[in-house]
Every structure is written in C-alpha cells, then in structure tokens.
C-alpha cells in the first residue's frame, strides 16, 4: 500500500534534477569570485609591505607605496560618517518611533530607495553641482565626503531603523506607562537596546564608503597630489580612484602593483563587512527576548 | 467620612495640574522636531538631486536641445571642430547591451541560488551562503572593473581568439557576478517571506518538496522576484566604474558580444573632468545625468510598487 508508484518516483527524480541543479547554479555563482579572490591575493600578495602600505607614491606613481591615499580614504570616511550617522539615525528614529502609516512616510521610504538606486554617477553630478559649484566648497575632501554621505545614507538608515525595531514594543510601553516622554524612552530604553544593531550598519557604511569611485572623482579626490591633506578643504587621493588610476592612465605600470592595490582595498571592504556580520551574529545569539 | 466619595475623588482630579510644561517636556518636543527633520532628509535629498543636476543641464536643454538628435542620433562627438552633436543612441545600446546580457547571466543564476538557499538547505549550510553572498555584493564596483580589465580581458582573449578583450561579453559578465548577489539577497527575503502554513498545506496534501517550490512557494513569491529582478536592472543601468574599465570605452552600435561599446554612466565619469564648468559640453552631460535618473527613479518605483503589493495581500 504504501510502495512507492511510478508517479511518486518520478516526483522524487524530478526534485533531485532541480537541487542539483540549483546547487550548481550556487556553485558557478560563488565559485568563479573564489577564484578571482585567489587570484588577486596571489599576484598582489607579494606586493604588499610595510613600505607599499606607509610609503609615497614614486617614478610616476609605477612604484613605492600607497600612503596618502590610503590617508585620504580614512579622511574621506571620516568626515563622511560625521555628516550621515547623525542625520541617519535621527531619520530612523522619526520613522521607527514617530512616523504614522500614511502617505508622508511611504514617500520618505520611496526617496530613501532612490537615493540608495540612483548611479553612484548621478550623485557625483549632484556633488558637483551643489557642494563644489552652488556652495562654493571647490573640490574638496569636504564636498567629496558630503556627496558620499548622501549616498550612503541609506545604509545607516535602513540597518538603525531594523535595529530599533527589534527592541519589542513592551519595553517602551513599560517606560511610558513609568510617565517616561517619548524621548526620555528613546534615549534611555530603546537606543541602549538598540546600539550594537546601528553600530552594523555603521560599519557597513565605512566599508561602502571607503569602496566608492565616481561620486568622489569630480568633488574632491585626485589622481596624484605631492602632499598629504592639511584640512577638510583640500583635495586628496583616494584608494578606490588610486586602483583606477594606476590601472587604466599610467602607461608604463609594472604588471603586480595595481593587484596590490586592489588587495588593500578589498581587503579593508571584506574586513569591514565581515566584522559587521559577525556583530550580527553575536548580537542575534545574545538576545534576550 | 464625606458623604460622597467619588465627587471628592473628581475634586482631586481637578486640582492636579496634568499640563506641566517642565523641561523634559520642552526635550522631547526639541528632539521630535529634530527627528522629524531627518527623517524628511531623505526626501529634500532626492529632490535636491533632481533639482541640482536639471538646474545644470537647463542651458542645454533650452538652448542646443534637440528631443530628436539627443534620443535618436548615434553621434556623440561634443568636441568637435565643425559641429558639435550630442547623439546618445550608441550609448543607450551600450548600456543596454551590456545590461541585458548581464541579467542574461544574473537572472538564473540568482533566483537558482536564492531558491537553493531558501529551499533546498538549512541550518549552518544556509547561514555561510547568506554570508557568502552578502560578501560578494559588497565588492567595490572599481575592484569589478579592475577584474574585467585584468583577469577577463586575457581571458577573453585566449579563449575566443579575438584582438580586444574589452567588450560587451566582458561588461555583461562582471556586471552580471556584481548584480547576481543584490538579486539573490531580496529574492530570497521574497521566498521567506512566504508563510510556512503555506509550505505545510501543500505537504499536508501529498505534495512533492519541488512540487511545494514550483507550484505553491514561486507563486506566491512572484511579485517579490519580479521586484528583485528589476532592482537588478537597474544596478546594472546605473553601475559607472566597472563598464567605463571593462567595455572598451569606444562609441558603437553593438552587433555582437566581442564589440567594444560605452554606456551612459562612462561617459560622464570618462568626460566630465575634461568640460569647462556651464559649457554646452558640461550641459549634456548633466542632461544624460536627468535621463538616467529619471529611468533609475521609474524602476525604483515599479520594483517598490510591486513588492508593495505582495505585502498587502
């Protein structure tokens, strides 16, 4: 009664066709980047030193190291994370904890996607036009840094209102219900649940801001510059245009170096994104409710 | 004893000032108006955006603008001596064509693996895939390009025996790994978003595991693919770095996958160091920057309008 028919094992062959063949897919997915990986760790592995890391560019940028743009990209984090963390979080907390479900708020997520879809070259236009042009800061690491902060704003957005979301209702009704105002409940109660989740989509942030190109080519970020940035209003180079220089507009670079570059750069981005899944995954298994 | 207690309790009441305006009070009003403003941020961001870039290229959509020339010419030759034109109808089939074939490469690829991992495995298996992918999404586009220009390019070279390695076959396969991970994360939130009661209905009745997948899980999650698909599409139309290194960078119709091509986005990032700020030059190309972000924000909303949709439901 129960052996199996000749349907029921045609069933059973057919779902064993498609999880092979989904798992291949996977495989031919996942695989070919393992490869790439390896392969930039193998031709830029032996490049990278102390010099290459903390030395000047030298004969044209083809050799020494990587030094000021290995600077500008943490100037150009830095400030960029001063202007969207606050503005990100204050954003989330008005859409987790004050804004109703209406209209207003599906606009704000709509713009919220946009500015996360838009081509990175459209906000270096905007860049452009409004910080280095309208408000006079001439390309500079501080126009660089504003247009890099609009467009990852998002980032920040999205990971704190998560964030904030998963502190249950409870506890804020049990702060209220204490005669708590609303922010005494945000402030005290629901960020301090809340810190380790905003402190993944930081991380994240870093590590997309340190990868991007375009919107920082025409704001603030040189090909090559004979010194190091004084203040927020200079120019500098920057790792991410730094690969692209070395490997599309200088004739004469040795083969290895631009791989050595891009192991830099990758390698800080994976780190970055590593370290905020891990935060993640400790923080999920940590929980207490 | 008063006679009546419950109006003594209203007098009570209404001796109790509740309309203390403390200072706490004046915080949480200061921080809700502070809030509120970040949370328009967003919104006053992407109009400034539309405003900023439109504002740029008005000159030359007022004055050298020809609707025909821009949309249908396939000249695009904004330094030259006789006459300027301002053709983007290679650039569209540039971006197009690269695009295309890489969701050509991105679309089975990602709704196999979403479907692998939300379906097919569990446990600690699917916890190192999601990571896995999440990873790969987070690779810098120029490091994309720098893989087409440096480990493709001779590929390509060898393996088909043609002279340039930099062409729409290679594009579309960079573009396609960089927009295959973004796919597979959202389709495989839109797969789990499928209530498990579904799942158990379907076995209740008999059904196979594939059978539950292809007729109960993929339908239901319809919508939700379908909007990953798009947010793909437009990844692949608006990527600048990795097309401007791995196209070939040169202006041409495409006829076959081994032809160099230049997209859109190249051509600003390429041009717009070397244009004098208000040129007709700088104009068009802040006009091609409207055009590409009125079809990115029409996508954006299509794909939201349609995952929307699903959540209603």
Same mark, same amino acid.
Request: net charge neutral; proline share 5%; hydrophobic share 55%.
């Given at each position: 009664?129960?052996?199996?028919?000749?349907?029921?094992?045609?069933?059973?062959?057919?779902?064993?066709?498609?999880?092979?063949?989904?798992?291949?897919?996977?495989?031919?997915?996942?695989?070919?980047?393992?490869?790439?990986?390896?392969?930039?760790?193998?031709?830029?592995?032996?490049?990278?030193?102390?010099?290459?890391?903390?030395?000047?560019?030298?004969?044209?940028?083809?050799?020494?190291?990587?030094?000021?743009?290995?600077?500008?990209?943490?100037?150009?984090?830095?400030?960029?994370?001063?202007?969207?963390?606050?503005?990100?979080?204050?954003?989330?907390?008005? *859409?987790?904890?004050?804004?109703?479900?209406?209209?207003?708020?599906?606009?704000?997520?709509?713009?919220?996607?946009?500015?996360?879809?838009?081509?990175?070259?459209?906000?270096?236009?905007?860049?452009?036009?409004?910080?280095?042009?309208?408000?006079?800061?001439?390309?500079?690491?501080?126009?660089?840094?504003?247009? *890099?902060?609009?467009?990852?704003?998002?980032?920040?957005?999205?990971?704190?209102?998560?964030?904030?979301?998963?502190?249950?209702?409870?506890?804020?009704?049990?702060?209220?219900?204490?005669?708590?105002?609303?922010?005494?409940?945000?402030?005290?109660?629901?960020?301090?649940?809340?810190?380790?989740?905003?402190?993944?989509?930081?991380?994240?942030?870093?590590?997309?801001?340190?990868?991007?190109?375009?919107?920082?080519?025409?704001?603030?970020?040189?090909?090559?510059?004979?010194?190091?940035?004084?203040?927020?209003?200079?120019?500098?180079?920057?790792?991410?245009?730094?690969?692209?220089?070395?490997?599309?507009?200088?004739?004469?670079?040795?083969?290895?170096?631009?791989?050595?570059?891009?192991?830099?750069?990758?390698?800080?981005?994976?780190?970055?994104?590593? *370290?905020?899944?891990?935060?993640?995954?400790?923080?999920?298994?940590?929980?207490?409710? | 004893?008063?006679?009546?207690?419950?109006?003594?309790?209203?007098?009570?009441?209404?001796?109790?000032?509740?309309?203390?305006?403390?200072?706490?009070?004046?915080?949480?009003?200061?921080?809700? #108006?502070?809030?509120?403003?970040?949370?328009?941020?967003?919104?006053?961001? #992407?109009?400034?955006?539309?405003? $900023?870039?439109?504002?740029?290229?008005?000159?030359?959509?007022?004055?050298?603008?020809?609707?025909?020339?821009?949309?249908?010419?396939?000249?695009?030759?904004?330094?030259?001596?006789?006459?300027?034109?301002?053709?983007?109808?290679?650039?569209?089939?540039?971006?197009?064509?690269?695009?295309?074939?890489?969701?050509?490469?991105? #679309?089975?690829?990602?709704?196999?693996?979403?479907?692998?991992?939300?379906?097919?495995?569990?446990?600690?298996?699917?916890?190192?895939?999601?990571?896995?992918?999440?990873?790969?999404?987070?690779?810098?586009?120029?490091?994309?390009?720098?893989?087409?220009?440096?480990?493709?390019?001779?590929?390509?070279?060898?393996?088909?025996?043609?002279?340039?390695?930099?062409?729409?076959?290679?594009?579309?396969?960079?573009?396609?790994?960089?927009?295959?991970?973004?796919?597979?994360?959202?389709?495989?939130?839109?797969?789990?978003?499928?209530?498990?009661?579904?799942?158990?209905?379907?076995?209740?009745?008999?059904?196979?595991?594939?059978?539950?997948?292809?007729?109960?899980?993929?339908?239901?999650?319809?919508?939700?693919?379908?909007?990953?698909?798009?947010?793909?599409?437009?990844?692949?139309?608006?990527?600048?770095?990795?097309?401007?290194?791995?196209?070939?960078?040169?202006?041409?119709?495409?006829?076959?996958?081994?032809?160099?091509?230049?997209?859109?986005?190249?051509?600003?990032?390429?041009?717009?160091?070397?244009?004098?700020?208000?040129?007709?030059?700088?104009?068009?190309?802040?006009?091609?920057?409207? $055009?590409?972000?009125?079809?990115?924000?029409?996508?954006?909303?299509?794909?939201?309008?349609?995952?929307?949709?699903?959540?209603?439901?």
């Amino acid at each position: 009664m129960f052996a199996s028919s000749e349907l029921n094992q045609r069933n059973r062959n057919r779902e064993r066709v498609f999880r092979v063949l989904f798992g291949t897919m996977t495989a031919l997915l996942v695989l070919p980047v393992i490869i790439i990986l390896v392969t930039l760790v193998v031709k830029g592995g032996p490049v990278i030193s102390v010099e290459f890391l903390f030395g000047n560019p030298t004969n044209g940028m083809t050799a020494g190291g990587i030094f000021p743009a290995l600077l500008g990209t943490v100037w150009l984090v830095l400030v960029a994370l001063l202007a969207s963390v606050p503005l990100g979080v204050a954003a989330a907390i008005y *859409l987790s904890e004050y804004a109703a479900d209406n209209w207003f708020t599906r606009a704000i997520n709509l713009a919220i996607i946009n500015l996360a879809g838009v081509p990175s070259i459209v906000h270096a236009l905007f860049g452009l036009g409004a910080f280095v042009v309208f408000f006079g800061l001439g390309t500079s690491i501080l126009a660089a840094s504003l247009t *890099l902060a609009i467009m990852t704003l998002p980032v920040v957005i999205v990971a704190t209102r998560e964030a904030l979301q998963a502190v249950p209702q409870s506890f804020r009704e049990a702060c209220w219900n204490m005669g708590a105002t609303r922010w005494q409940t945000i402030h005290r109660v629901v960020l301090p649940n809340a810190i380790t989740g905003v402190l993944t989509g930081v991380i994240l942030e870093v590590s997309r801001t340190a990868g991007e190109t375009a919107p920082i080519m025409f704001t603030g970020a040189a090909f090559f510059l004979p010194f190091l940035p004084q203040s927020v209003f200079d120019q500098t180079m920057a790792l991410s245009l730094h690969l692209f220089v070395v490997s599309t507009q200088v004739p004469g670079m040795p083969e290895q170096l631009p791989f050595g570059v891009a192991l830099v750069l990758i390698g800080i981005v994976l780190i970055m994104n590593s *370290l905020s899944i891990a935060l993640r995954m400790y923080l999920r298994g940590k929980k207490k409710w | 004893m008063p006679a009546n207690p419950a109006r003594q309790t209203t007098e009570v009441l209404s001796n109790t000032d509740f309309d203390h305006r403390d200072l706490d009070w004046y915080i949480d009003r200061g921080v809700q #108006i502070l809030v509120f403003l970040g949370g328009i941020s967003a919104i006053v961001f #992407i109009l400034g955006i539309f405003i $900023f870039i439109t504002k740029e290229g008005l000159g030359f959509i007022l004055e050298d603008f020809s609707f025909r020339e821009f949309l249908f010419s396939p000249t695009w030759r904004p330094t030259s001596e006789l006459k300027e034109t301002y053709g983007i109808l290679a650039l569209v089939a540039g971006t197009a064509s690269v695009t295309g074939l890489a969701m050509l490469v991105a #679309i089975p690829f990602s709704l196999g693996t979403a479907i692998f991992i939300a379906e097919f495995v569990d446990g600690k298996t699917r916890e190192y895939l999601k990571v896995t992918v999440e990873l790969l999404a987070a690779i810098p586009s120029v490091v994309w390009g720098f893989i087409g220009l440096s480990i493709m390019n001779p590929l390509i070279i060898d393996v088909f025996d043609v002279p340039v390695g930099l062409n729409v076959l290679n594009a579309g396969i960079i573009l396609g790994l960089m927009a295959a991970p973004i796919m597979t994360s959202i389709a495989e939130d839109a797969l789990k978003a499928v209530p498990d009661r579904y799942r158990e209905a379907a076995e209740a009745m008999g059904a196979t595991h594939w059978q539950v997948i292809y007729k109960v899980v993929l339908p239901a999650a319809k919508n939700g693919l379908l909007g990953a698909v798009l947010l793909g599409v437009g990844r692949g139309f608006g990527e600048t770095m990795a097309v401007l290194m791995a196209t070939g960078h040169s202006i041409n119709i495409p006829t076959s996958v081994f032809d160099s091509v230049r997209a859109l986005t190249a051509t600003i990032a390429a041009e717009l160091g070397e244009t004098a700020v208000g040129s007709p030059h700088y104009q068009a190309l802040f006009t091609i920057g409207v $055009f590409l972000f009125v079809i990115t924000f029409c996508i954006n909303l299509t794909a939201d309008l349609i995952v929307r949709g699903i959540r209603k439901e």
